[in-house]
């Protein structure tokens, strides 16, 4: 198993994608390569009005169509990330896993397809996600969607932390003005 070259998925983006059942999944939109090796690895297609991300692993182009190694069932349940300039590490483990491909960390600080692997046992296609997907980047935003994101883990605890320390701030105020009485 491997990434198709870069030259080979120049045209790719507007093409249809169609997965391994022949079932039609939608339009490529972008595509987007691995930051350190330059292999594309993903790309966005809409589905149903929504973006959502394919990988690229094993896909070929036959008779002016993109054919990919996962069903559109699995492609439909994926997990939703808005269309970025790019997917965190976290993020792409989370696609990988979902599709039920291995992955690694030898060839790049991303990760990365393992090129022969033992299938993985992908997440229930039927599962369709609980959460609305984000809202998409549109070429020309000038933050490219980063604003609907939800804070880090470790924002939303520095805010938590924050709300506290106020809380408390606001408590002590009364207890003093109460005793000062």
Do not use: F, K, Q, R
């Given at each position: 198993?491997?990434?198709p070259d870069r030259d080979s998925v120049r045209n790719w983006v507007g093409m249809t994608v169609v997965g391994r059942d022949d079932a039609e999944i939608g339009e490529i939109t972008h595509l987007l390569a691995d930051d350190e090796t330059g292999a594309p690895e993903w790309m966005y297609a809409t589905v149903d009005?929504?973006?959502?991300v394919v990988p690229l692993l094993d896909a070929t182009e036959v008779d002016g169509r993109v054919r990919v190694v996962v069903e559109r069932t699995a492609v439909v349940a994926a997990p939703r990330f808005g269309e970025s300039r790019e997917l965190t590490t976290d993020q792409e483990a989370e696609l990988y896993l979902h599709y039920g491909i291995q992955y690694s960390?030898?060839?790049?600080?991303?990760?990365?397809?393992?090129?022969e692997h033992e299938p993985v046992t992908p997440r229930d296609p039927e599962a369709v996600p609980d959460t609305p997907a984000p809202s998409v980047a549109q070429p020309g935003d000038s933050d490219f969607g980063l604003t609907e994101r939800p804070p880090t883990s470790a924002a939303a605890r520095t805010a938590q932390v924050g709300g506290a320390v106020a809380a408390l701030l606001g408590v002590g105020a009364v207890v003093f003005s109460t005793t000062r009485r």
């Open positions: 198993m491997a990434l009005g929504d973006t959502v960390t030898e060839t790049s600080e991303s990760v990365l397809p393992v090129d």
